[in-house]
């Protein structure tokens, strides 16, 4: 199979998904303090009220607010003081026209009373008098009860991952068990007799495995549990003895490299061994990471990245996350963009999907987005780019001062 025979990249995402046919995460049961960064597998109901009682947000008085209008410095409001909520328990009295009750925050809103005046905007001539100073209008410095989550409402949807205000909405409702998918495991091969690892000192034409690392920390941060096999040598009987171990032990595989057509290329012939022949393709017309392989074995989705650093992790970003998060039960494609114009124009080739890397510039007009020029070999380029632009098959480039959309990557 020729890679130079590539697809659209809408038919490699077609592939993939049919590849992906059958499969999804298992869900499971963890506690709430484990549940963050796990994606939901179910819509999460709220079985109560939240608060489950009118409370106030402020140390002061709870009134009715008609008994306060038209106060002022000039003619306080005249109120008796009727009592006082304690904290943590049940207002077991009402609230009369022309009374008040001294309440703290989060105190229980007792019967009668639609608001709470600050301690502020008070003052207390006797035991028994308050001088309200200030008018407090209906439901000021109150929520009332179901005001935040109320009964039968939907606090997540399946799909979300969960993030720390989310653990704390679990917990206000009860949910003390979460029902979310289990982090797929991805096992990540890297490839080539030139590839030494990051502890070692690279001698004799050795570069130090990049891909290892920056696809693991991706994967990871997509929610995967990310398993290194290690380096395997440009030796056919080598990879092909580290995929029929690896697929044992995980949800899918990575292999970095070894997925162009040069004879020391063996990740097709591997993935056709193993898995019958099911390389779904093997070529993308996507710059970089042409030369991208997918295919499965058995129950396990194999995808073949670039050996170069920055067509990798653009493969990655832009076809694997994609289908780990479909595998997850996750919606697709929902990334962070911001609407930036082009410093300068920028050809591409018909019928081929370009991602750009570019640096955010602020001015006050708003961002413009400068390509950051480099070949895919060039680790940096990824580092000081903002975002990515991508330039579709149905275009033939950018024009200079053309409004994009920049999928941001970092904060820069």
């Not at 109560?48 to 008994?67: H, I, K, Q």
């Not at 070692?200 to 990049?210: E, T």
Request: aromatic letters at 6%; a negative charge; proline letters at 5%.
């Amino acid at each position: 199979m020729d890679y130079f025979n590539c697809i659209s990249l809408n038919e490699a995402e077609r592939l993939i998904l049919h590849g992906f046919s059958g499969l999804q995460a298992e869900i499971e049961q963890v506690t709430l303090p484990e549940a963050l960064g796990h994606i939901l597998a179910e819509d999460i109901i709220s079985k109560e009220d939240l608060p489950p009682f009118s409370r106030s947000t402020v140390d002061g008085f709870a009134v009715r607010s008609m008994d306060t209008f038209g106060a002022g410095e000039g003619v306080p409001a005249l109120l008796n003081i009727a009592g006082e909520v304690a904290m943590g328990e049940q207002a077991l009295f009402s609230v009369q026209p022309g009374q008040a009750v001294a309440i703290a925050t989060g105190g229980m809103l007792p019967v009668g009373a639609d608001a709470v005046v600050m301690l502020e905007y008070t003052e207390r001539p006797d035991n028994s008098t308050l001088l309200v100073v200030r008018t407090v209008a209906p439901g000021e410095n109150v929520i009332v009860k179901g005001e935040d989550i109320s009964a039968g409402h939907c606090i997540l949807r399946q799909g979300r991952r969960i993030l720390p205000q989310d653990i704390g909405a679990l917990a206000a409702c009860g949910y003390s068990i979460v029902p979310v998918r289990r982090k797929p495991v991805v096992v990540i091969i890297s490839t080539g007799d030139e590839v030494v690892d990051v502890p070692c000192s690279p001698v004799n034409g050795q570069i130090r495995d990049i891909n290892l690392y920056t696809l693991s920390a991706m994967l990871e941060d997509a929610g995967c549990i990310v398993k290194r096999y290690g380096i395997v040598k440009d030796n056919y009987e080598d990879l092909l003895t580290a995929l029929s171990q690896s697929i044992l032990h995980c949800n899918v595989v990575v292999v970095s490299g070894g997925s162009s057509v040069g004879a020391r290329d063996h990740t097709v012939r591997a993935i056709q061994e193993l898995g019958k022949k099911d390389v779904l393709f093997h070529g993308v017309a996507v710059k970089p990471g042409k030369p991208t392989i997918f295919g499965r074995i058995g129950n396990v989705p194999v995808f073949g990245l670039p050996g170069h650093p920055v067509a990798a992790m653009t493969v990655c970003r832009q076809i694997v996350t994609p289908a780990i998060q479909s595998f997850l039960g996750q919606a697709v494609g929902e990334v962070y963009t911001i609407p930036a114009r082009m410093t300068r124009s920028m050809a591409s080739v018909p019928g081929r999907d370009d991602y750009i890397r570019v640096r955010l510039i602020r001015k006050s007009d708003g961002y413009w987005a400068e390509p950051i020029l480099g070949k895919s070999g060039l680790i940096s380029t990824m580092c000081t780019a903002s975002g990515i632009v991508h330039i579709s098959a149905d275009k033939g480039g950018l024009y200079s001062e053309e409004i994009v959309e920049v999928e941001i990557i970092t904060g820069k």
